[in-house]
Nanobody, 123 residues
Framework: QVQLVESGGGLVQAGGSLRLSCAASGRAFSTYVMGWFRQGSGKEREFVGAISGRGGITQYADSVQGRFTISRDNAKNTVYLQMNSLKVDDTAVYYC????????????????WGQGTQVTVSS
């Protein structure tokens, strides 16, 4: 069993930056691919990006490519989402997720979800 707890959400102006963290409890954190999803008001949950177990491979949605960066610290059982050049359209609840493969996360085949953290980008 893995429990995921996100933090770092908040209110930021367009063009600003924010870093989300996701702390994982349980064993074998490094064996999981970790990812981030988001769900805006009235929208479906969408894939944002993911990182392989050792951190060597990352994948991003086209909408955030070049602006968002995912990293992980396996010694701290934590994954991060650095968000730069934020846009109003980035406003959403952001969820941390753990899965078996990058492809699995891309199609929302997730083993564990966090509870989410709100990110609001104002104009």
């Amino acid at each position: 069993q893995v429990q995921l707890v996100e933090s770092g959400g908040g209110l930021v102006q367009a063009g600003g930056s924010l870093r989300l963290s996701c702390a994982a409890s349980g064993r074998a954190f490094s064996t999981y691919v970790m990812g981030w999803f988001r769900q805006g008001s009235g929208k479906e949950r969408e894939f944002v990006g993911a990182i392989s177990g050792r951190g060597g491979i990352t994948q991003y949605a086209d909408s955030v490519q070049g602006r968002f960066t995912i990293s992980r610290d396996n010694a701290k059982n934590t994954v991060y989402l650095q968000m730069n050049s934020l846009k109003v359209d980035d406003t959403a609840v952001y969820y941390c997720a753990a899965g078996q493969t990058l492809r699995a996360l891309q199609i929302s085949k997730v083993n564990y979800w966090g509870q989410g953290t709100q990110v609001t980008v104002s104009s």
